[in-house]
C-alpha cells in the first residue's frame, strides 16, 4: 500500500504559478507510475497529467500541455506538478494518483481514473480573473 498527502494549492491571480506536492509513504515509491487529476465543482475528475516510474516518460492533457511540468524525486518519494501561466479555468481540487507497477514493466503512464490504485485527499487550487 501507499499512502498520497497532496500540498501546495492555494489562492493566486491568473497568469500566477503554483508547484503541487505529493509526498508518499509505504510501498517502495519507484514503483508507482503516478498521476495527477483534477475536479473542478460540478464537472467529472479529469486527467492532468502522468509520469513514468523513472522520470522517463511524461504525458499531459492538451488543456495543459505548455504551462504545467510534471517531475518526481524517487529519493524523496515525491511528485510534483509545476504550473505556470495559470488560468481560471485551472480552477480545481488537484488529486495524486499511483498506479503499482511491481515489475516496472508495462505502460508508461495511464491517463483513465480506473487505473490507478490510491488517491490522495486533494488540495485545492483556486485562480482568480
Known amino acids: 500500500q501507499v499512502q498520497l498527502v497532496e500540498s501546495g494549492g492555494g489562492l493566486v491571480q491568473a497568469g500566477g504559478s503554483l508547484r503541487l506536492s505529493c509526498a508518499a509513504s509505504?510501498?517502495?515509491?519507484?514503483?508507482?507510475?503516478m498521476g495527477w487529476f483534477r475536479q473542478a465543482p460540478g464537472e467529472d475528475r479529469e486527467f492532468v497529467s502522468a509520469i513514468s516510474w523513472n522520470g522517463g516518460s511524461k504525458y499531459y492533457a492538451d488543456s495543459v500541455k505548455g504551462r504545467f511540468t510534471i517531475s518526481r524525486d524517487n529519493a524523496k518519494n515525491t511528485v510534483y506538478l509545476q504550473m505556470n501561466s495559470l488560468k481560471p479555468e485551472d480552477t480545481a481540487v488537484y488529486y495524486c494518483a499511483a498506479k503499482y507497477q511491481p515489475n516496472r514493466s508495462g505502460p508508461s503512464y495511464y491517463t483513465g481514473m480506473m487505473m490507478y490504485d490510491y488517491w490522495g485527499q486533494g488540495t485545492q487550487v483556486t485562480v482568480s480573473s
Open positions: 509505504g510501498r517502495t515509491f519507484s514503483t508507482y507510475v
